[in-house]
């Protein structure tokens, strides 16, 4: 049956009512984007806040001034996390599609037109699964002219079925003319233009900008980064005192008793002994002699009480018992020293018993040394060339062989005031530090490498002066 006129009357009210509607709502949206200060918020507002005008599922805004699209706002959520799938998957898509002009519903046919790679094609496929219809209306800030895409947005909206979008397809084109004009004062007041001038992407990211970044840096840096004087020198560890043992006389090694190069010795351990044969004939004769001058001397102290021309001999006979006292003590003190014994604990470092039993030795003649490993230092010897970095703050770090991930610190007691012919022949400063290690896991004779940290110098004067160190040297 043909519809009453009043019937015609009243769709067309409520037509006219709904696009009211609708321009009220496009109004609105676009008076409060006037009022987002910043881009973000602005693109918060688009992608959220738009339904009151076209019932769509899912919307995103990309911009695409950069090297890639970058995805600012994705509707319902308040942070975008660039990892997600629902992200990658958009940014493929659209990656193809800069320098879009107009509104325009994505197609496969359209991809293929702009030789999207197989990335944006399965991009397609995958939102194809989620909502099959997608409007891509361009947003550009109102004064920017032309098609370039150096000022684009791309909003992304996607729909469920064609009648939304063929609804949203009139109204939101309207609605971006009110947000191109919103995004001009969000994104092109004075104070923004400077910055976006300074961290624009794409002129920065050239890489004839970048290598001269670098080398205005670096050219800065040789005059205000200060650097330390790092060196490197070989190091020994020893007993902060030489325990050496010396003959004490001339004379014949008897006896080597049983301690090789490397046992541990205890204060009193007897190391060596002399023949003392002789000494004792000595000290028995020189007691011989004693007692017969004492019986002489008693003689004849009786007699001089009776003839004093006897008083004489006994000032004789006493000069002699003393000259005999002092031969006794003579040969008790050989016999006494004829002992060798450890005077304190350590590792002893004697040659082959083979080599000392029956030797004749000399008074002062090196016998054995013991290693003490209470007291233990560290001997640097720091190449004359590195002397620059040796200073009264200079920093010492050792490092062994035997244990290179333990860094040992400690204290420097002294700095040879000239340099020394090492054994390497080579010309040295002589460090001796003190360690704040457990002596109990050190050995002497262990080496290692020391880092020497010496004071700060500008970093293009220790350039200079290695290329100019190195130059003399070609």
């Known amino acids: 049956m043909p519809e009453s006129q009043s019937t015609k009357e009243h769709k067309e009210l409520l037509l006219l009512k709904g696009k009211l509607n609708a321009i009220s709502a496009v109004l609105k949206l676009g008076h409060e984007a006037f009022e987002k200060h910043t881009l973000q918020q ?23 001034r950069g090297a890639k699209p970058k995805i600012i ?47 944006a094609l399965d991009a397609f496929e995958y939102f194809q699964a989620c909502f099959p219809q997608m409007l891509l209306i361009p947003v550009r800030p109102a004064s920017h002219g032309g098609t370039s895409s150096h ?39 004075k104070q923004k233009k400077i910055i976006h001038r300074v961290i624009d992407r794409k002129k920065w990211l050239k890489p ?26 070989d190091f020994e560890i020893m007993p902060a005192k030489e325990n050496y043992y010396y003959a004490p006389f001339d004379g014949v090694i008897e006896t080597c008793y049983n301690n090789k190069s490397g046992n541990s010795v205890v204060p009193g351990t007897v190391i060596l002994a002399y023949n003392t ?41 006493e000069l002699q018992k003393e000259k005999a006292d002092i031969s006794i003590r003579r040969n008790k003190w050989f016999l006494e020293k004829s002992v060798v014994r450890a005077k304190q604990a350590g590792i002893l470092d004697i040659a082959d018993k083979d080599k000392l039993e029956g030797k004749a030795v000399r008074a002062g003649e090196k016998l054995f040394e013991i290693l003490s490993t209470e007291n233990l230092v560290a001997l640097i010897a720091v190449n004359e060339q590195n002397a620059s970095a040796l200073d009264d703050n200079c920093e010492v770090t050792l490092y062994l062989h035997t244990m290179p991930e333990m860094p040992i610190s400690g204290k ?63």
Request: aromatic residues 8%.
């Open 73 to 119: 706002a994705v509707s319902g959520q308040p942070d975008v996390n660039s990892n997600s799938e629902y992200c990658i998957h958009l940014a493929n898509l659209i990656q193809p599609l800069d320098g879009l002009d107009k509104v325009t519903v994505l197609t496969e046919d359209l991809l293929k037109e702009k030789n999207a790679r197989q990335s």
């Open 277 to 317: 044969e002789e000494r004792a004939f000595d000290l028995a004769g020189a007691e011989n002699a004693r007692n017969k001058i004492s019986a002489q001397l008693d003689l004849i102290e009786q007699q001089s009480f009776k003839d004093i021309s006897k008083r004489g001999e006994v000032r004789m006979l």
């Open 151 to 189: 000022e684009l947005l791309i909003w992304a909206v996607e729909f469920s079925d064609s009648a939304n979008l063929a609804s949203a397809g009139s109204l939101l084109p309207l609605l971006c003319q009110h947000y191109s004009e919103a995004l001009f004062f969000a994104m092109h007041d």
């Open 412 to 474: 420097i007691e002294s700095i040879s005031p000239k340099p020394v012919l090492t054994e390497k022949k080579v010309y040295c400063y002589m460090i001796r530090m003190t360690m704040n290690y457990e002596k109990k896991n050190l050995l002497c004779g262990m080496r290692g490498v020391a880092r020497i940290a010496g004071p700060r110098v500008p970093l293009g004067y220790y350039l200079f002066r290695n290329l100019v160190l190195w130059w003399r040297r070609v």
């Open 208 to 233: 004839s900008r970048i290598l001269l970044i670098l080398a205005g840096l670096f050219f800065i840096s040789l005059f205000v980064m200060p650097v330390r004087q790092n060196v490197a020198a």
């Open 42 to 64: 602005l693109a918060n507002h688009i992608v959220n806040n738009s339904r009151m005008v076209a019932p769509y599922e899912r919307s995103a805004l990309i911009d695409m």
